[in-house]
């Protein structure tokens, strides 16, 4: 009988939903078995958690999914949530690949300290995607920002959906102090990771600096780095084709 195929775990980013990866789980064509799961704070019905409580989360999908270990892919805040699970659960990742990565200190900005403000945080975020979230729900602008972006409409709308909830700015301001406070510990065990990594980056990412992605690529020993043209900071909805290319030469390597 043939092999089975490899379980390669989706991890979205802050915002983010299952559908951020439809594009990759597309591309990949059952090439291999994909587990794309809704973080805690996004799924609508746990709290939002810090690292090593999406990391525990992880590994609770991954059993109830019966797969022993897998190609972990994660987004953004979802890549530091991979990374800290390589280096915590080394049994349970046989391969990272980290999209536009928040995952080192180098990733955050002056902003991303003040929206992790107990107060103004909550504030900011409440507006932030609150408003983007009432933008999405008119069509005429919603097309316009896909004609912008290049983003499917359908997804967009439901992006739209997502934002507007009040439990997704609370999930937005927890996750943004969880950062804050979890990076400095999570810098200091990437030297641990044994797993392949992958590091994409987009080449006009607003979001995460160059100076993060080169970073982290010495920090995770043998890491990999590549180069989107196409994606800024929405590398799995942008370009999926290099997200699959990454899984894909994991999977034969």
């Known amino acids: 009988m043939p092999d089975a195929p490899a379980t390669v775990l989706l991890l979205h980013g802050q915002p983010g939903t299952v559908a951020d990866w439809d594009g990759v789980v597309a591309r990949l064509d059952g090439r291999a078995d994909t587990l794309a799961v809704s973080r805690p704070g996004w799924d609508g019905v746990n709290r939002p958690r810090d690292l090593a409580g999406n990391a525990d989360a992880a590994v609770a999908a991954l059993d109830a999914h019966g797969a022993e270990g897998a190609v972990v892919v994660g987004h953004s805040l ?54 983007l979230g009432l933008a999405l729900a008119i069509a005429p602008v919603r097309r316009r920002i896909a004609d912008a972006t290049r983003l499917d409409e359908g997804y967009l709308r439901t992006a739209g959906a997502v934002v507007r909830r009040p439990a997704a700015w609370r999930a937005y301001a927890s996750e943004q102090r ?39 690529r010495r920090q995770i020993p043998g890491a990999r780095l590549e180069h989107s043209a196409a994606a800024g900071h929405l590398v799995p909805q942008r370009d999926p084709a290099i997200v699959v290319a990454a899984i894909l030469s994991t999977l034969d390597r």
């Open 78 to 131: 979802g890549a530091a949530v991979a990374a800290w699970l390589a280096a915590t659960r080394p049994d349970r990742v046989t391969a990272l690949v980290l999209a536009a990565p928040a995952a080192n200190r180098a990733a955050l900005y002056a902003l991303d300290r003040w929206l992790a403000a107990p107060v103004a945080g909550d504030v900011a975020a409440a507006a932030t995607l609150g408003g």
């Open 178 to 216: 969880a950062l804050v406070r979890g990076l400095p510990e999570l810098e200091r065990r990437l030297g641990t990771i044994g797993a392949p990594t992958t590091i994409i980056a987009g080449r006009h990412d607003p979001i995460v600096p160059a100076r993060a992605t080169e970073a982290l």
